[in-house]
């Protein structure tokens, strides 16, 4: 068997009372790029802030790339996870140029200041020309548009040649060109020979793009669906995670959901 890029065994996370989530097993392999779907609540943000050594377990096994949480500094092993979030898009300084957000990527850094050496630019404009940004190098994050600056965020977690690259909601707030736009570009990333393994956490399966060949299903913190693309994303499950009838249609390499509602149909 692959050596795996993550596996997740028994993963408990309790506080207090609260039982965020309960055993969670999951393996990702190399050449797999994954979607995780669920309603709000349904852990997914927990899950993610496990992978990435920010909640302690209760119980379980968490390995990235054979490094076992709390036998490894997780604090280096981050540096091979790349993260995109709302979160870091709101820390961004207004009048930091798109190059320098890039840069900053390296020692994954808010606020970046100095020039970087003359091979990190460089890197970093190949990197602007990657995520198809090469215009915007000197251009202030103030001015830039969602859709570029969820491009150049992408590019910053690149910088750091990361193994794993975790994009959590990334076409929040983009209008519709926009997010097409980006869910293109992700789709070459993904397509790339030297692509980072993608997990892409989303609550609409019309972003689950052909280069994602795996799909992961939580409801209040348990997994209920779990494998291949075509066997997981199916109406019987979906409508179950998001407690309402959810029909899936598959439109070419693509898929729609349509949400019966007190006798509504919304698309």
Same mark, same amino acid.
């Given at each position: 068997?692959?050596?795996? !890029?993550?596996?997740?065994? *028994? ?9 965020? &989530? +309960? ?9 797999? +790029? ?9 852990? *997914? ?10 909640? %302690? ?15 490894? =500094? ?8 790349? &993260? ?20 900053? @990527? $390296?020692?994954? !850094?808010?606020?970046?200041? @100095? ?16 995520? /198809?940004? /090469?215009?915007?190098? /000197? #251009? ?8 570029? #600056?969820? #491009? !150049? ?20 707030? &983009? =209008? ?16 790339? $020979? ?9 609550? +609409?399966? /019309? ?13 209040? @913190? #348990? ?6 693309? &075509? ?15 959810? $029909?899936? %249609?598959? *439109? ?5 959901? *349509? ?6 149909? !919304?698309?």
């Amino acid at each position: 068997m692959a050596k795996p !890029v993550l596996e997740i065994s *028994k993963l408990r996370i309790q506080r207090g009372e609260i039982v965020i &989530l +309960h055993n969670i097993c999951w393996r990702i392999e190399r050449g797999q +790029h994954w979607a995780m779907l669920g309603a709000n609540g349904s852990g *997914k943000t927990s899950l993610l802030s496990a992978l990435a050594g920010y909640l %302690e377990l209760t119980a379980g096994e968490i390995e990235v790339f054979e490094k076992k949480f709390g036998q490894t =500094d997780w604090r280096e092993l981050r540096k091979q996870i790349g &993260l995109v979030s709302s979160s870091i898009r709101q820390l961004m300084p207004e009048a930091e140029p798109a190059l320098f957000t890039v840069l900053s @990527g $390296k020692d994954a !850094v808010i606020d970046f200041w @100095g020039n970087g050496s003359s091979r990190d630019r460089t890197r970093a404009r190949k990197i602007l020309k990657q995520v /198809e940004c /090469e215009y915007l190098a /000197e #251009r202030a994050w103030l001015f830039l548009s969602q859709g570029e #600056r969820q #491009r !150049v965020l992408i590019g910053r977690a690149l910088m750091a040649r990361p193994r794993l690259l975790i994009l959590d909601e990334p076409c929040a707030g &983009l =209008d519709p060109v926009a997010r097409e736009n980006l869910l293109q570009f992700l789709q070459r990333l993904g397509s790339r $020979k030297d692509s980072p393994t993608l997990i892409l956490v989303t609550h +609409h399966i /019309e972003e689950i793009m052909p280069i994602f060949s795996h799909v992961l299903i939580l409801k209040s @913190g #348990r997994i209920i669906g779990s494998g291949e693309k &075509l066997a997981t994303l199916t109406s019987a499950l979906l409508s179950r995670a998001f407690d309402a009838k959810v $029909k899936v %249609e598959r *439109k070419q390499n693509r898929f729609d959901a *349509k949400i019966k509602s007190h006798n509504r149909h !919304v698309v």
